[in-house]
C-alpha cells in the first residue's frame, strides 16, 4: 500500500473517512435492505429473497483478487475515486433498467452484480487506506467516525429508500418509477460523497506511486498472507470473525421481512413506511452513539479487555427482539425502543471486531492483509442468509429468532478466546 510521505496542510482525514465510508455503504444497503423489501412487496418467499442477497454479496468477497491488481492503476486515492466514479454509473445504469415499463430481470440482476465487483474492488482500496495512513491511535480515533459513516449510509439507502419508494407507491406510482426515483437520490448522496472525498483527499500527504510488477505484487500478496495466517493470533480472530456476531448476522438477514411480514405470518405488520420511519432514527442514533460508545471504551480499556464486555453488551438485546417475535402486537414505542437498543449494542461490539480485524491487518501490506480477513469476514456474514429465509419459514418467526440467540453463546467463547490472544499485557 502507499507510503505517505511529509504532510504539507492539514489532513482532513476525518471528511474522507465520512464521506468515503457512506459512499462504501451505498452499494452494500441497497442489496441487502432495499432490494428484500422491494422482492417481498411483489410477493417472492423468504427462502428465495435471502438466496438471492447472500449470492450477491458473496460475490463481493472477489476483492482479495484486486490485491494484486489495484496498485497498478496508480495512487490508492485515484483508484478509490475512479471507482466511485463507475459505481455511481452502474447505479444510474440500475435505475434506468429498474424504471422501465418492460424490465429485464437478468440484466437486472447482471447490474447488481457488477456493482458487488465493482464495489468490492472500492471497499479493498478504501480498508486498505484507511488501515494503512493511519496509526493504531488515529485509527481508534476514527474508528467510531468511520462506523458512524458507514451506518449513516446503510439507512439512507436502506430504510431511506424503503421510505421514499412507499410513499411514492402510496401516491399511486408505479412501483418501478417509485425505485427508480428511490435509486436517483441514492446517486445524489453518493454524488456528494465523491465530491467531499475529492476534496479531502487533496489535503492527504504525497503518495509514492506503486512501480512494482504484477508478478511482484502477487508475490508480496501470498507472501503478506502466508505471514498472516502463521500469527498464533489468526485462529482467535477467525473464531471473532465467524461467531462474534453469529446471532445478529441471523437476526439481520431475517429482520426486515419480519418486520413488514403480516400479522398471520408471524411478523410485525408495519409496512414499507412505518418501517422505514422506525428504522431510521433507531439505526441512526442507535448505531452512532453504540459505535462512538465502542470506540470509546476500546481507546479506554484497549482491545483486548474490551472484547468480551462488549460481546455480552452486544448480545443481552437479542433476548428483547427474541420477545418481540413472539409478541409481535406490542406498540410502536416498544418496537422502537428495542429497535434502539439493538442497534446501539451492535454498533459498540461491531466496532471491537473491526478494530481486532485491524490490528491483525496493520503492518507491511495492510491492505492485502484486511483484504483477506474483510473477504472472510464477508462470507460469515452472507453465508447464512442461504439457510436463514428457509429456516425462518420452516421454524416461524419466534423459534428461528431463539436459534439465533443461541449462537450467542459461541460468540461470547470466542471474545474469551479473543481476549486472550489480543492481550496487549
Not at 429485464?104 to 474492488?121: E, F, M, W, Y
Not at 462506523?147 to 412501483?175: C, D, E, R, Y
Not at 414499507?272 to 431510521?280: F, K
Request: charged share 10%; glycine share 10%.
Amino acid at each position: 500500500m502507499d507510503a505517505p510521505a511529509q504532510i504539507t496542510r492539514p489532513r482532513l482525514a476525518w471528511l474522507w473517512v465520512v464521506g468515503g465510508f457512506v459512499f462504501q455503504a451505498l452499494p452494500a444497503a441497497i442489496r441487502e435492505e432495499a432490494l428484500p423489501v422491494a422482492l417481498k412487496n411483489i410477493g417472492i418467499s423468504n427462502a428465495r429473497i435471502t438466496q438471492v442477497v447472500a449470492i450477491l454479496g458473496l460475490a463481493v468477497a472477489v476483492k482479495i483478487l484486486w490485491a494484486p491488481l489495484m496498485p497498478l492503476t496508480g495512487p490508492t486515492r485515484r483508484f478509490i475515486l475512479i471507482a466511485q466514479a463507475c459505481l455511481l454509473l452502474a447505479l444510474l445504469g440500475l435505475a434506468v433498467l429498474v424504471g422501465q415499463a418492460s424490465q429485464s430481470t437478468l440484466l437486472i440482476l447482471g447490474t447488481l452484480t457488477l456493482i458487488s465487483v465493482l464495489s468490492a474492488g472500492h471497499d479493498y482500496a478504501l480498508d486498505g487506506y484507511f488501515v494503512s495512513s493511519l496509526d493504531d491511535q488515529g485509527r481508534a480515533k476514527h474508528s467510531g467516525l468511520l462506523n458512524f459513516a458507514s451506518k449513516t449510509g446503510q439507512v439512507i439507502a436502506g430504510p431511506g429508500l424503503i421510505w421514499w419508494a412507499g410513499h411514492q407507491m402510496s401516491q399511486n406510482v408505479a412501483a418501478n418509477d417509485a425505485w427508480q426515483g428511490a435509486l436517483l437520490l441514492a446517486i445524489g448522496v453518493g454524488a456528494l460523497a465523491w465530491a467531499a472525498n475529492q476534496y479531502a483527499f487533496r489535503r492527504e500527504p504525497a503518495m509514492t506511486v506503486p512501480t512494482a510488477t504484477f508478478g511482484d505484487r502477487l508475490a508480496a500478496m501470498l507472501g503478506a498472507l502466508r505471514d498472516m495466517v502463521r500469527d498464533p493470533r489468526f485462529p482467535a480472530l477467525l473464531g471473532l470473525i465467524f461467531f462474534y456476531r453469529a446471532s445478529e448476522i441471523h437476526m439481520a438477514r431475517v429482520l426486515p421481512l419480519f418486520a413488514i411480514s403480516t400479522a398471520a405470518e408471524g411478523g410485525l405488520a408495519l409496512g414499507n413506511e412505518t418501517y422505514a420511519v422506525l428504522r431510521i432514527p433507531t439505526a441512526i442514533l442507535g448505531l452512532a452513539l453504540g459505535g462512538l460508545f465502542g470506540s470509546f471504551i476500546v481507546t479506554q480499556r484497549g482491545l483486548a479487555k474490551s472484547l468480551f464486555p462488549l460481546g455480552l453488551l452486544m448480545h443481552l438485546p437479542l433476548l428483547g427482539i427474541a420477545w418481540l417475535a413472539a409478541n409481535p402486537q406490542v406498540n410502536l414505542p416498544t418496537i422502537s425502543a428495542l429497535f434502539f437498543i439493538e442497534y446501539f449494542a451492535y454498533g459498540a461490539g461491531l466496532c471491537a471486531l473491526l478494530l481486532a480485524m485491524m490490528k491483525m491487518a496493520a503492518g507491511e501490506e495492510a491492505a492485502t492483509r484486511y483484504a483477506l480477513l474483510s473477504t472472510i469476514a464477508l462470507v460469515a456474514s452472507y453465508l447464512p442468509g442461504l439457510w436463514a429465509g428457509s429456516l425462518a419459514q420452516q421454524l416461524g418467526y419466534a423459534h428461528y429468532f431463539l436459534f439465533a440467540l443461541a449462537l450467542a453463546i459461541p460468540g461470547l467463547l470466542a471474545a474469551y478466546w479473543g481476549r486472550r490472544a489480543f492481550n496487549e499485557g
